[in-house]
């Protein structure tokens, strides 16, 4: 079963102030929504920042933007552990996002980051065990 709907799927940056969150663009959107998610969208005011260049991948946010941007029902973690799962939980400008209050805050690995053969089977089986339920 997957989990609540839509997903805002990211990067945490470490110090809490900035991640980089996918878009539909990115091969990690597209993944997501051939498995069945629905990739959570920003508010329009901040579909244009585009930090880093033109980039159609990724919207970076940070300060005040953070909470605002990661408007999911879910936060799927990239190039994550449990640790950072618990890190964002804990964030004090997400603590009244619905995804945090829900607990609906999930890790999926270190190399989910990359697509290549291996870690986008590292993810596929990251997800199958966090969301199929036999």
Do not use: C
Not at 103 to 110: P, T
Request: net charge neutral.
């Amino acid at each position: 079963t997957l989990p609540p709907q839509p997903v805002s799927a990211m990067v945490w940056n470490g110090d809490g102030r900035a991640v980089n969150l996918w878009t539909e663009a990115s091969a990690q959107g597209k993944l997501l929504q051939a498995l069945g998610f629905t990739l959570a969208t920003p508010p329009a005011t901040l579909q244009s920042a585009h930090s880093m260049g033109q980039r159609k991948d990724i919207l970076q946010l940070s300060g005040e933007n953070l909470a605002a941007g990661l408007n999911g029902q879910t936060y799927l973690l990239f190039a994550a552990e449990d640790n950072t799962a618990a890190q964002v939980m804990s964030n004090a400008f997400l603590a009244q996002t619905p995804a945090v209050r829900a607990k609906a805050v999930y890790a999926l690995g270190l190399d989910s980051f990359r697509l290549d053969y291996y870690s986008a089977s590292h993810l596929l089986t990251r997800l199958e065990a966090l969301f199929v339920k036999s």
